[in-house]
């Protein structure tokens, strides 16, 4: 069979002195078309590691990636991003900071250029449109992180890599963000491999899920199965913190 996105025995170890990281080992994955795999783990565990290497962001030890069935392992963002877009947890830097919004926009990737279409995008994720003639340092972090989004569904690309993409944002905007991503799902139009520390969150948006500690996969599979029967502890463990918090603040 052949998968939309495809990782292979990746492998990547830091070395910084005296201290050696173990950032990804072994990590096996695949991604259908039209579907979203949900990455969970704490901090440490490997999530944005995996999510870098599969954009060409960094340099494997070992293993391959696969797009459509053809490996493109250690190609870079800019040969990466005619099929691959990523949604940066901290939005701020990915922008160029001497361009105002709207020009970040139009120039990133799309063939046709829609502006139009930039205004809808926008608005769908809660702004004014006034900003798209602001440069980045006059926004705020926030929304900063909702020109992101905007910008990465404006692209041309098949595929969103998606690295805490709502953490910094307001409940109701990151409801907005999510039900997007819902009907962009359903409508067929969305491939995403969404990375979290929430599995509640991963739980309601993703169709798999795989659970990373310490730079290994633990577990992985269709997201009710290992929601309603997890096999390892760790996933266990996430699940119950996820309830606890839901008791003192209702999720979603």
Do not use: W
Not at 78 to 97: E, H, K, V, Y
């Amino acid at each position: 069979m052949t998968y939309l996105l495809e990782g292979k025995n990746l492998n990547k170890t830091f070395r910084e002195k005296a201290k050696t990281t173990i950032a990804l080992s072994e990590v096996n994955f695949c991604l259908n078309k039209g579907e979203i795999l949900g990455v969970v783990g704490e901090s440490g565990s490997g999530k944005t590691t995996l999510l870098k290497a599969i954009a060409g962001m960094l340099k494997l030890d070992q293993g391959s990636l696969f797009y459509n069935g053809t490996e493109y392992t250690g190609q870079k963002p800019r040969q990466t991003g005619q099929f691959l877009q990523m949604i940066f947890q901290d939005a701020n830097s990915s922008f160029d900071p001497r361009m105002v919004m709207e020009k970040s926009l139009i120039e990133s990737g799309r063939r046709e250029k829609n502006p139009e279409r930039i205004r809808q995008l926008v608005q769908l994720v809660g702004l004014e449109e006034e900003l798209l003639q602001r440069k980045p340092a006059a926004l705020s972090g926030g929304q900063c992180q909702r020109m992101a989004i905007a910008r990465a569904f404006y692209s041309d690309a098949e595929i969103f890599l998606c690295d805490e993409m709502t953490s910094a944002l307001d409940v109701s905007t990151q409801a907005r963000i999510l039900e997007l991503l819902r009907d962009l799902k359903k409508e067929g139009r969305l491939s995403a491999v969404f990375v979290s520390h929430d599995i509640a969150l991963v739980s309601m948006l993703c169709d798999r899920i795989m659970v990373m500690k310490d730079g290994k996969c633990v577990e992985e599979g269709e997201i009710s199965e290992v929601i309603r029967n997890p096999s390892d502890d760790y996933t266990r463990a996430l699940l119950e913190s996820a309830r606890r918090q839901s008791i003192q603040e209702p999720i979603g």
